[in-house]
Each structure stands twice: as structure tokens, then as C-alpha cells.
């Protein structure tokens, strides 16, 4: 384990917690503190402030990063040196440069790669993506990912030279990678259009930002990322298709409701902004945030010498939308997608979805009135030309 | 009342249902049989098919424009003619151009107008406004308006020439005044950046289009709306500010559920895509829309002499945003908002932010991790540098 | 208007502003300064602590009782005296022989009676039985409705001479009438099991009770009552039938959240408990409660000279049924509802509801397993022996 | 693994994917049939139609009984007679003799024994009972658990022999031990009052019943149980405490809301009721369900040499409290629950929470009126009497 911060914490009571056969045998951190105090929680036999050292320990068999953005590179890197399986935490990369050198490092390599979303393994993306693809919304028309919380837990996210970004890259990556899976991962994504403006904080990266992502089929994908929100973890999904709808909640509201005066005692609920009044927590946060379904596919995949869900390669194409996002944010223009590497189709055409009706019309909408009356909308085959009819 | 279709019946039910001593006393259609069945369905003494002698008739106090757009500047400039309040229904003009004509000659003529944009009338947007104005969301960020259903109604919708639009004019005239309404009215909308398509109907307009309007202040409005959503009407608005959230639903979820096998009986419930299954319909309807306290507001407006809270001035500045919406659409562009005639503030910066923490930093953040301890995130205000400190 | 008190300016407020054309035109209270108060804030030209003279006055044409419980009787017996019409607060008596002497001087007198249920008159109410009455929900089995919260607004009703009880009058009044006209008001309350406790407040009377009241055609009645409750006021009401099922949240969970920190003002949200935190407003309340829709039935049936939907009569039977609730809550008994005028249907016996399979059998159930096989459960007519069968 | 079936697969499911260490070496069936298909599908190498050799198979560390409830003394005893650890589906016994032969047998034995109620280890119960005893609600007042759907999946829950009972027995024993774990597993149930009856089903068991729960320490147990729900799975708790209240949906609102017209494809959605409109998905069932958690807890007690958090002893208790439901169901009265082995707290009484205000008041309600006032109501000490000040 590289990184012994909240995220790392986080990863380890799930590798921990969830199969109960795997092991962390090693723990590097940049403070000595910091690394013994984690081996000690999770019974580490080895820690060290040498990356490299840890890396190379026999006993490594797979190399888990959950260090700041700025350092993915170097830990993937020695990992190839060596030739560790190695997954990362998101985003792979500061940007797409950086994470092309790390999926062309760990493909010579020929190392196993797995990309750490964990949104695209909660339990219900996971059902949700399912039922999409058995077709029981039709086609994929938009999908919508908004991750928004009232900012970062480490200062390392808000130093531009560590982060490489604000909330996009610390947010939108999950979101572009939400809404690709809905649209199709083989869909390539053509061109970005983001606002992006430091709000509130005092900072330099951005703290909200709104961006499209225009995909070759004609299907959207939308994210909204803040870091000023008030009121929690707000994690929603929305997915529009031609024949239905799916709406997930993934933290704020998921059947679990609660008030408390707070005189009952010194009671204090994760991750809320206040421990009084209505709260909204989670059964199982390891489980409703992906982190368990996720380390369960990698290990199983390194297990099974197949490719997990998500690789390197996924990281890049994040990594590549969410280049487009900052240019646009600054040229104000919708800005093309650069993807030297793309293994998806091309050449994928916008679907026409005319409803034949009759000889001469094409269907366009049947309607019940709110005064009791069926009506149907029609369109003309050659003028063009709609009229609606009563039916009944 | 001029016009007698699902509007302009929704609005007499509001109007004869509300106050109880107002009369709808002459009706105008373009059909005669629809105008004699709304006249014997709303008891009203007179119909004709000639607008003008509906509007000239004596005992008319307040025409109510229900026409589709392309009629709206004809009507309203033989209420000027006639010297009779009015108030039209939404959006004002197919774009700013006819819209400002109407604002100019109602004025000129110093007649009352009103403007019927009921969704800034429903009673969960006039409870959050009172809020949002007693300052209990802080200084407002982002506004957001969604309104998404299965299609129109009518067929003059969807005919380019007599709508002016497709979906962004229709249902982006509710969405655009509702963030304007939390945002501030007297804040100028500054650009405008629109994506729209056609992506399921066989029609010329747009079905679908998301946008993003650029405030003075630095607040961003956005619209969502589409005739493509499957699922009922989507009727929802969220607000962020620095010191609090809001969220609506209007209509698909407001504390009313129902599941039925429909073996019990022909049910058939209003709206809804579906009269089997799990249903949410409202209580009641023109309440829950905004109608009674609309209509409300303009009539005590009438009696008491004064304007009414939405105007045709309200109307103008909305299509102004839409056209800019438009034009973003073609051109990709953020497109600047035309205002030629502009009554609120001018000149308004963007707020500072920063919270002192002591003499030499600033304070991002305060924040209680996973593991128990309170950890400060602060910024020198010299170097600029972030670093954080556990606290307890 | 009799009462100047919490109950009172609730309904002066819905009065005043549904209908536009009704007026107070004399307020009576117990207290000098109140009656001065409530006059000034209503534009109600004439006060006095003497009730006899408000409701003799010759502009007076409808009597509001709006009284503590103790007090009902006295006013009703003056109206009688005066020959005018009146509407009282709920419930109609402390018990079932003040509630039917009230019933029989009013139609012995030959007026007007309202009985002020509001909650039967709420706009989700009002849509569910008409759902029902369609058959959405074949035969009801069962109506739940729960109205709980931290307590009452007044002294009077934590003092039993006054009140005549505690939670159980106070709030199973309306839970009583919900459910019974779900089920349906002809058919016959037969007996009721309550249990009742003194659990929190430092009173003689109940905070809390939970009773089931049993009707002849087999359909249970439910309420829920408590003044202990915390978080708000929770309103809801449940039905289940053969062929449907109905959720009807009335008050926390409408659509409407907010979050604030409470630093951007002082503001006070009404009823909440907290004024940070998570806050779950209504939109209108004098809506949501159903006073509009309650009065406004009220004035037109008395002005087209018909019995409004709620009179006396079914203040009379729900009082009986409540007393059969004390009465259950002291012995522990299953306890009959004496009802000594009853004007429904009587002898309606259960419903038989087997389904015919074939010659032989009824059918039980159909079911989809989770690995997918499709079964029926039947029942032999002759044995009664049950089988199961994969079909496919 | 005894038993096939329905809770048989879904066992088998959580275990081997759960743990991933964990395997089923033996499936007994009384259907050879049904033995070998499961023996198939989750690689067990070993199928018989004899419990007893199942049991008895050296590779065997622990017995799970998944089988109908008049089956479960039977492999009890075999367990015992060969020293297996033992792990039994809910209820334990068909009643509470059954049920204490068990719980005698494998004590005398001294073999691990587990009582598998899963609806106990639900990741939202969990975090709410872990909430409850920090002491977030306060005292518990009441706690209701609900359990009601459209009726079994095997025909032999509605053979009384077989299963010993109607819903109560097969729904009721969740929601009691549900109630019991919020109020104290250490307070003892005192008496029971239910109301069953059968309205729907062509069954001889009860198809609906609601039941109250009396604890030494005047908290209340609800449970409301059915197999004529419309809807899918309705798995709901509420807490009341005198600091808080707690609310969880387990199942129908989870925060995953699906839309399809059923057009797309011939999607098959588990567990509900149809399979187009708007449909209610739980993301992952084995976890919502609580079976995860369980089967951890379980085999971590077994290899800990600790007992689980459920053993025969609880399921002893709720057998011993549904036997005073089903007397009561017949008796009409309060049934007091005969517990014969009692190993919590005895001679718990009420507390009192009479709240001082100053020397001669308690304070009874703080209150913030509708008209801006604040209100406080005491309780004299020595006259009980009941006065409210208005204080601001």
C-alpha cells in the first residue's frame, strides 16, 4: 500500500473487510508517523518512507497507489521496474500525457493494471448498468453524473501542482467514467464543453464546475462537480434513453433517515456537516461507495489472469475528456477530445428513430388529454407538415 | 379568454375554481366547435371566432392570451387597441425581437400586463424564494431548472413556424426565470452557452437541450428540458448557496405514491405514462403547477393597481436568454444576451470570499475524517501555500 | 369566529385568502387582548369576551367554533338558540354523549352543521379516495393514518377537564376519520383494541397510543398518535387493498428539502424543530393541511343549500369510536363501539375472494422465482391440500 | 446445506461469494432432482436425499438448515447427535416448545449454534442500532418493524402442519427481533395483543395481522405483517425515542428508481411486482438483505470460538412472543409471553422524565407559534395544574 491517508484508509478496511483472505504486507508513506500508525491498525507486518522499498519486498504481490496525483507516475513506474501488478487510485494521471506514459509503461511491462472507480462498482451502478444494457431503457440518450461535497479532506487536493486540477479531475474523473459506461465504453467521446469558476474557496483551481461531453453516437454525458456544496456527500446518477429513465442516489437519500436533538449523547455522523437535525447516513459506506465490488473484481481478476473492469486504458480516456473539459474552460469553446490511443468503434452514426404510422405519416406522439380525450400527432412523409387527430 | 385548448382550459379550471367571483365572460377559438364547448363547459355568456370582438367586448376587464406563440403580438396589440389589461401565457414572443414590440405597446398604451409564468408561483418556489431572500441559503452559486416530459400536447408545438422553437422555447421559458427568480432578477444574465438536438422526435425543433446562463455576479443558471424523457413530468429545481441547498420536485414526487394492478377498475390517472404499476400523482394539480396563486397575484394586482410580480417585461428578458440559447446552439459559442432595455442593477462583481483565520492565513476548510480527529485546511495569504493541521 | 387562539388564525388566514369574497365580521375570545388582536390582524369589525353576542349579531350568517373542547357544547347550544348556521372544530365533543346531544339540538334546531375535519379534505386525500372509490385498490383491507409530534401549541389540551383527553382526541380524531372513509362510511365500526401509555410529558392524559378499530365487512382501521414524536410533524396515511396500495406523505416529505447552516440569516422555518440542518418545508401549508379545500366545500354547501361532506354526524361517530378506544385502553379489552345512531349500511359480511384456477382448484398465487422459473401455488377445492407447479 | 430452495440458493449465494474462502461440500434434498441442480450450481461435491448423511460427512464444519419449518427439530437433533456446528433458519421452532427442545439439545451438546435472522444484520440496521446505543434517540419509546409482500414463494408456507403458522410465523419473527434489538435484547417482552385474520388468501393461516409488544420497561414493540401487500417487498422500521427518531427502508426506496416502457427489451425484474413503469431495484439484494453481514458474523464466531450476535436463545424468545400473538389473535386479549429460561435484566421499571423548569414547575413543551411567538408550558409541582407563559 502506497499512501496512508484517507483514501488509502479507506482502501484498506475494504480489502481487509470484504474477503477476508487477502493481506496488507507492506505500507509506504511519505511520514514515518503516518506509516507506522497505519501498519499498526492493519497489521502491517512492514513499513518504510522508501517507496521503491516497499515496492520490491517479494512478498508484494500486487501494488496498491492511493498517493497524490503528482506521485502516480513515479509509483507506476517502479512497479514496472518491478514487474508488480499495480492498481491506482483516480485520476491515473494529472492529465492524458501522464497517463498515456503510464498505460504504455505498464503494457510493455506487460504488468497486470487496474484503474480504481470505484463509482462504476457501487451496487446499484452495477444493477443499473445491467439493466441497460439488457436494453430496458432503449437508447442511451443522456447520462448525468453529479458528485458534489463541501471540499477535499487532505490540502494536497487544493495545491495545483500536486493535484494537476480542482474538482474537476478530483470529481469529474468519476463522473466521465459514470456516464461513458451508461453511453457505452466503446462509444468514443468526440468533443467537451465545461464552465468552470473558483466560487468560494481561496483558491487557485476550480471549485465548481458543469461540463458536457458530446459522444459520436449523438448521445450527452453531463457532470457536475463542486467542492462548495452544503449539506454532505451529494453522489446522483441520471439516465435517459428513448423507452425509460434511471434515477440513482447513491449517499443522501437511500431509504435511511434519521433526526436526533443531539442531547442524547456525543453522537457524531460521518462525512455530515452537522450531527443534529435530520441526518442521511448510509448503511454500509464501504459498500454503497463501490469499494468492495471493486477490490473484489481486481483480485479476482488477477486471480483469474484476466483484465479487471477497469484498466489504465480507462484512466486514459478519463484523463483525455477531462483535458478537453480545462481547455474549454478557458477558450470557452466546445473543445475536441485528443485520443492518439482509442480501442472503441468509430465511424458511429446518430440512430433514426422515425415511428412509421401509416403510408404517409410518421407517428411523432399519442396523448391522453387531461380532459379525457386520446389524440395522436402526426407528421407527414413529404410536407413535413404535423397535425394531431382525436382519436377517442 | 382567447384560445380554448389544454391551456386555456387548465387556466379557466384555475381561474373559475380559485376566487370563486371571478367569470370568464367571452370566449375566443380559432374553431367554433371548440369554442362552443368551452363556453358551455365554463358557463361563458359569449364565443366567437373573431378575436377582436371577443377582446372589444364591454364587460371584458382582463384579456387572458391562451393562443399559441405566433399569435401572442396580435392579440396583445388589440388589447392596445381596445385599452384592455392583459396577460399572456408563456413564453411572451417566439424571440426578443416580437417580445420587446409587446413590452413597448402595452406600455406605451399604459395598459396592465401580466405576464403567466406559473412554475415562479408554485407554492414550493414562493416558500424557497422567501428563504433564499431571507438569506438562508447564503449568497446563491447555481440555480438550476429541469423540466422534462414525453412531448407536447398540441400540434402547433411542434410546427416551427407557429411555435418559434421546439422544447428550449417551450419549456426553457419556465427554467430560465426560475434561476433568474433565485439568482436575483435585478442581476443581469450576461451569455449563454446551449446544447440542444433532435434526438427522438420526427420534427424539425429541438427535443432536447441543456444550457447554462452566465450572471453578472458570477451565479450560474442552468435548464435542462426535453420532450424525450420517459416517465411522466420531471419537474424539479435545486439551488446551491454558500451557506445552504434546495431542492424541489413539483410533480414526480411530492409524498404521493401509488401501486395498482388496474384489475380493480378503467383507472386512469392524468399525465402519468402509465395507469398501471407504481403511479405519483398529485394532490392537486393547478395548485401544485402554480395556477391558483398565479392567477391570485395578477387579479389582487388588477384591483390594487399595481403590476403584477411577473411582467411582460419578465417575458422580454426571458426571451432574450432563449435567443442567446439558440444562437449558442449554432454557433458553439457563448453567446452575450441582448438586452437593449435592462431595469435592474448594473456592474456587479463577483463576491470575495475569503474567511480569516488569523493574521497570516485564510480558512479553506474545517473537517472531522473518517478516523476521528479535527483537521484545519489553511492558506498563507502571503505565499499562497496550503497546508492543514489536525486540531484535536 | 369563536376563538382567537392558534386553531382560530388558521383559519381566519385560510378564510380570508381561498375564496376572496368571505369575511369576519365578529371574533370572540375569553381574553380582552386577544379578541382585540385577532379583530385588528383580520379586519374583523366587532369583538367581545361575550359569546352570545357574536353569535346573535344579524350580520352574522356561519359561526366558527374554534373553542377549547370543554367549551363546544355551550356555542353549539347558542347557535341552536340564535337559529344559525355553524361549523366546529374537530373533535365535536370530549365524548360520544356531548357529540350526539350537539347532533340532535342542531338537527332538532334544523341547521346548518359543519364538522372541521380538514384532514379529509387535503389535496392528496382528496385525489387518493377518489382513486379508491374508482377501484384502484379493489377491496381495502386495511387504512392506516398516523398524525404525530412533539406536542400541542396550547395549555388547554394537557389539561383533561378542558381537553376531555390527550393525543388520542387530539389527533385520533383525524386518523379515525381517514381511515374510516377509506374503508368507507357506510360501513359500521364495530369494536376497538387500543393501547395507550403516559410515556414522556409530565401530564394525566395519554402522549402516546396506537389502536385498531375493526369494521363489519372485516377491513381494519389503524391510528398512531403521539405527542412524543421528534423530527416534526409527521403525517401519514397508509391503505392496502386487494388490488393496490396507497402512501400518502402529508407533511415532512413532500418534494421540498433544504439544507441550511443557519449562518446566511436568522431564519425561522415554521414547525420544524430545528432551524439548521436539514428542513423539510411545505410549499403551502394552509393547502397541504386542507382548510382551503375544507372551507371552500363548507361556504358552497351552504350556499347551494346542501349538507357539506363532514357534519356532525361523523363528528359523532368518530367521537364513539374514540371512546371505545378509552374504554379499551383502561380494560384491555377488544371494545365495542356504541354507536345508538347509525346511518349506514348494516349486516355487510367479508368477501369471499377465491380465485377459480380450474374445476379443481382455486389459485393461490403466481410468482416469478429469482432464478427465473415462473410457479403457481393452488389449492385443492375438495382436500384443501396446497401444490405447487413450475410452468415454465 | 439442507434444503434447496428458495432460502436455500440465496444462502448459498452469500456465502460463496461473500468471504470467498467459504464452500458448501454437501447439499441434502428431500427432491434428488432439486439436490443435483443445486449441487451444479455452486460446485458442491457432494448431493444425497439423507439428511442424516449429509450431516454426518467429516467435511462438514457447520450444518446450515434451510429447510421447512416442522424440519428444523428433526436436523437440530441430528446435528447434535453428531456434534456439528449448527446454523438454522428463522423461526427457529414452529412455536416456542420446538423451539426450547432446540435450544436445550444443542446447549446439553455444546455446539455452536447460530440463528440466522438476517434482517438483523442489514448494513442500515447495523449503523441504526449502532446510533441508538450511542444514544442518539434517547430513550426508546417504540420501535416497529413491517414486513408485508404479496405472499410465499413454496407451497409449503401455506400448509399450517408444515409451517406452523400464517404470516406471523414467517414475517413476524424478523419484525419482532427487529423491536426487540432497538429496545434491548436484555428487556423482557411482558405480554402481546394481536389482531390476525385471513382476507385474501384461500389459505387456513392468517394472510394479515398487526401485533403490540409490551416491554417490563413500557417501551412498545409494533409488528405489521402480510401476504397481501400490492407492491413488492415492503421491509420498513421506525424508531420513536425521546431525543430522535429513526426511519428505514430496507427494500421499495433505496435511492434506485427505474423507468421503462417495457419496449426496450424482455427485461425480468426480480421481485417486484411488473416489470414496466416505475420500478424500485435494490442494488444489491444479498447485502440489503442483511445475508452478507450475517454469514460473516456467523463464520467469524466459529472460527473466534464466540458466540454469534444470534443464537437458538433469541430464537427462542421470538417463538416464545409469537406464541402470545396467536393466543391473543384467538383470545382477544393481552397474552402474557411465557418465558421459562429469561437470561436478560428482570424488575426494570418506567423511567421518569419529568423535566425541572424552577422550584415549583416542570416545563412540559417549548414552543414556537405560527405567528412569530415564543411559548412555554409548565406543569405546577404540587396542583398539577398546566399554564403557558408566552415568553418572546
Redesign the interface.
Known sequence: MLGSG?IG??YAESILG????DQIVSVYSRREESAKKFAKDYHCSHWTTNMEESIARPDVDLVCISLPNNLHEIAVLLCCKHGKAVMTTKPLGRNATEARRMLEAVEDAGIFNGYLEDLVY???????LE?VK?????RI??AKSRE?H??????WF??LEQAGGGCILDLGCHCVEIARSFIGKDIKPIEV?C?A?T??????AED?A?G?V?YEN?A?G?FEV?W?????LDLRDEV???????????FL????????????????A??A??N?????????EL??LGYN?MF?DVFNALEQGRAPKETFYDGYVVNAVLDAAYRSAKT???EPVQLDIWRGRTGVGKDS???EYDADH?L??E??????AK?I?L?NKTT?????QVIS
Open positions: 484517507f484508509r479507506f470484504q474477503r477476508s483472505r457501487t451496487p446499484k451502478f452495477l444493477k443499473a439493466s439488457n436494453g430496458a431503457l432503449g440518450l443522456w458534489t463541501p471540499g477535499p479532506h487532505s490540502d487544493l495545491d464543453m464552465w469558476d466560487q468560494v474557496k481561496p483558491i487557485d465548481h458543469i458536457l458530446k449523438g450527452i453531463q463542486s462548495t456544496f452544503r449539506g454532505g435517459m434513453g428513448t423507452e425509460g429513465t434511471i434515477w440513482i442516489n447513491n437519500r437511500t431509504g435511511f433517515e434519521m433526526f436526533t436533538t443531539g442531547k442524547g449523547a456525543d453522537y457524531v460521518e462525512k456537516e452537522s443534529t437535525g435530520w441526518l442521511f447516513p448510509v448503511g454500509d459498500n454503497e465490488h473484489a470557452k469553446l466546445w428513430h422515425l415511428t410518421y411523432v406522439k396523448e391522453m388529454t387531461h380532459y379525457g389524440k400527432i407528421k413535413g407538415k404535423i397535425t394531431e
